[in-house]
């Protein structure tokens, strides 16, 4: 099954609050300079969430699928990576 038809199998309850954050933007940048593009967690993430856009990385929180990578592959350990809250993310859509 190929990982788009994968991510068809889940539904997503968007959480308001963003569970994944950069810590920092100028550590990115090295982070770039250091690796170049696409960086790791760019690289590692099964459902494109990070983006490298104007010098900075873009985090689109709501398409995550929890499954921890970039959190792994980051070299710089500059991800805040938390669950959505309770009852909130992704879910099997038949599960
Ligand atoms: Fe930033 Fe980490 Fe991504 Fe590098 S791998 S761009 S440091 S979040
Ligand atoms: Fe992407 Fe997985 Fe990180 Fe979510 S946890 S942003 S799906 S690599």
Known sequence: ???EEKLYTLRYKRDEIPHLE?????TCKKCEETYGTPQPCIS???ANVYS?????????????????ACK???PFN???????RYGLGIAL???
């Open 78 to 84: 500059n991800i805040i990576w938390k669950y959505p």
């Open 72 to 74: 792994i592959a980051c």
């Open 1 to 3: 099954m190929k990982i």
């Open 93 to 95: 859509r038949y599960g």
């Open 22 to 26: 950069i810590k920092d933007q100028m």
């Open 52 to 68: 490298w856009i104007n010098g900075k990385i873009v985090v689109s929180y709501e398409n995550c699928v929890e499954c921890g």
């Open 44 to 46: 590692v993430c099964p």
